[in-house]
């Protein structure tokens, strides 16, 4: 049987039929779907959230040293919070099999930065496999768990944006369920000591030149031969690219197992060419491995080393084609960044922030980070998980040092603060901080889409769990200072901010509400009540002051030539923040 999957549905597919017991991740576009498919195959895999990258991976490691096939998938940044056990996992080897997801982001759709994870399997010496496909993508789910249980290590397989999100047919099948390994103490293999990692550096040594051989046998690396004037060496979504463009009017070795390279697969399949590209999205990983063998081809002097690759810039570059694209005037197209949504929680706090003075705002990675954006402009820095209120320690205590009169307001949310806030939280009581450090609760993984957390209630198969407590655990890490406030509420959110900002400590704001967005628990229900409506502006009222439009709220629109502000039915919720800035008490909610 066939059906249309997203790369990401067929990789947690490729899951199921391979037997994968045990899987983790934390959310990230473009991956999370994948945690979220596999979380549907309730009874047969154990699927959770992790609260990082890092601690899935070493759940994972866990469950494959037990004995299970094990998947852990993140995005691309995600892998640097996980290389550290990947690395050393690399030396100890597998159990049951594991295979590390890496979704790539070329083009940053989503992310902070554009980085290409093949080299860590260069860099980590594992093997790595590089889909083009959904049909792949879950075929080379069971191929990597396999080569892992063979080769003794963890596999890599990078998937990129366009790989992940498109849809292809997939042919499926039953799952097979791979018994459980026993599990065997063993010291010397998974106790990582330096001297049992001195041993197990000489075998990756060995390993890498196994898997080389392998590579160069394996079917997942193939040659078609067509017309031998050009000859294409790709790997991913390029080779589905290249071969839009070329067709059957070059040749092809697609590149499955990308690393280590087929080096002599590749020789055979150059000396029957007589021009020879590499095409590869971002970095010149096979490229520069192919040129350092004494290959002669031609790669990024052609094809950009940076952004998204598709079949336009290839066929421009290489056959100095251009597709007839319509034109239109781009300066007449509006500019839409992405803003805080219409009752968003986060606005009140924000609200409150752009009337402060000499602060440092340190931002985190969520929707928070739109607080850049006009009215607001609430915000200066912006990172990496987790360095929002690390950084803002460091520059508190420089700003101390000078003695200068500045603070530093450090931001990040629920599902952050428990990645890696709680550890930057208690390096900043441990030395002393003065900063002030705010936890924008609101109840959910906002920007990923609305994904549980250890503060949400339940589990990703939607198993009711424990509710962790910020407040508390913030207390527990040792923060006196400490007060939870609901950032609707201006006037809460202005004494509980002139209280931190002149408190001479370490001190925390949590602002609890949940997303505007969020589909409330009962609990949540109970705790904040159903207080969605709708709000109005009486136009004899309104002077057109703007000083609403101040708030940002997209739901709130002034009109020029009536000298007035309306506010879009379709977007407004009545949360009441405007009703609270008004001057002329213009704003009411319907019904009260
Ligand atoms: S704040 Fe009140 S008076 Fe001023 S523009 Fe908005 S609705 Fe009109
Ligand atoms: S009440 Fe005001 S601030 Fe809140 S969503 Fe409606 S228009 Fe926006």
Redesign the pocket.
Known sequence: MKELLTGNEAVARGAYEAGVVYASAYPGTPSTEIMETIATYKGDIIAEWAPNEKVALESAIGASIAGARTLASMKHVGLNVAADPLFTFAYTGVNGGMVIISADDPGVHSSQNEQDNRNYAKFAKIPMLEPSDSQEAKDMVRYALEISEKYDTPVLMRMTTRVCHSKSLVELAERNNVPKKPYVKNLQKYDAVPAVAKILREKIEERLKKLEDFSNETELNFIEMNDSKIGVIASGVAYQYAKEVFKDGASYLKIGFSYPLPMKKIKEFASKVETLYVIEELDPFMEEQIKAAGIKCIGKEKIPAMGELNPDIIAKNLLGKENRVIEYDRSIVAKRPPVLCAGCPHRGFFYDLTKRKDIVITSDIGCYGLSSQPPLNAKDTSICMGAGFSMAHGAQKVFNKFNEKMKTVAVLGDSTFFHSGITSLLNAVYNKSNAVFCILDNRITGMTGHQENPGTGFTLQGDPTVITDIEKVVRALGVENVRTVNPLEISEMKDAMDWALSNEELTVIITKWPCVLKKLSQKDKDDFGDYKGLCY?DDN?????????KTGCPA?K?DKKLN??SIDKTQCVGCKL?VQ???????SKVGE
């Open positions: 502006v009222k309104c002077i057109g002051c703007k000083i609403c439009i709130l002034y007035k502000v405007c800035v008004c001057p002329k008490k213009a704003i």
